[in-house]
């Protein structure tokens, strides 16, 4: 099967006045369709900065990545706005909801953009937030949800398209077990549904024991990671 992504040789430092730190160091990463890839590592181990490069929102200074085929690193920021359009969902650390908006138009909207119809648009929120246990919470604004509320409206979100791959910063941090579970469960069923690849950054063993391959990030470099004992 083909890599629906490939990240090969990053490299990324940060220079800050006279200092430099080196947070990527030749990290490789190769993902096909329907994989689920755990990330863990230590903070400030560089695993938001690698999701960030992966999504072409970050530019590292050595190394390529290629989504469904097309160079991220190497296009302009509309090339790399359209691949993200058309084959990712991004889940940050931070949710980054729109204040403003319900829980449900937050989920319609990246299918509003996208150019469905309002009320398909809107079904498919629902169904998408009913998963994430939130059907009461159609109506409610971000700041009239609890940070895990927020987090799963966020994955809801990321899912609503369909992408090929979606990309989750500790989608389960903010989760009870439960929540977590049922996370997890709706992205195992959207990865044998529709084939969706996803990678998750965690610092939850047992999160990243559920995925298909876990890796750590540990002096710029991802390593396959010791089986839990
Ligand atoms: N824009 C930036 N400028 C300078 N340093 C940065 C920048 N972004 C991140 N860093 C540094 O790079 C390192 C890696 O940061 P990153 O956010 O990727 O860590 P992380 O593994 O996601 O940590 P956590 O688990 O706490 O979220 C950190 O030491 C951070 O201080
Ligand atoms: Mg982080």
Not at 104 to 115: D, F, H, R, T
């Amino acid at each position: 099967m083909s890599n629906v992504l490939s990240a090969q040789n990053l490299s990324k430092r940060f220079v800050d006045g006279e200092r430099e730190l080196g947070v990527l160091n030749g990290a490789d990463l190769e993902v096909k369709a329907g994989e689920r890839v755990a990330i863990v590592g230590r903070s400030g181990s560089g695993k938001s900065t690698l999701l960030h490069i992966l999504a072409g929102l970050t530019d590292p200074d050595v190394g390529e990545v290629r989504v469904a085929g097309q160079s991220m690193t190497n296009a302009s920021s509309d090339v790399r706005a359209a691949i993200r359009n058309r084959h990712m969902g991004f889940v940050y650390q931070f949710h980054h909801l729109l204040p403003e908006f319900s829980a449900l138009e937050n989920v319609a909207m990246p299918l509003i953009v996208s150019g469905r119809a309002l009320s398909e648009s809107k079904q498919r929120a629902t169904s998408l937030l009913a998963a994430v246990d939130l059907a009461e919470r159609l109506g409610h604004r971000p700041h009239q949800l609890s940070g895990g509320e927020r987090q799963r409206v966020a994955v809801a979100r990321a899912m609503a398209t369909e992408p090929d791959i979606l990309l989750a910063d500790e989608p389960t941090g903010n989760l009870d077990r439960e929540n977590a579970i049922q996370v997890l469960r709706l992205m195992e069923s959207m990865s044998e549904d529709t084939g969706t690849a996803f990678v998750v950054v965690t610092h939850d063993a047992s999160v990243a024991d559920k995925m298909s391959c876990s890796f750590v990030l540990e002096d710029g470099k991802l390593n396959a990671r010791p089986i839990a004992q």
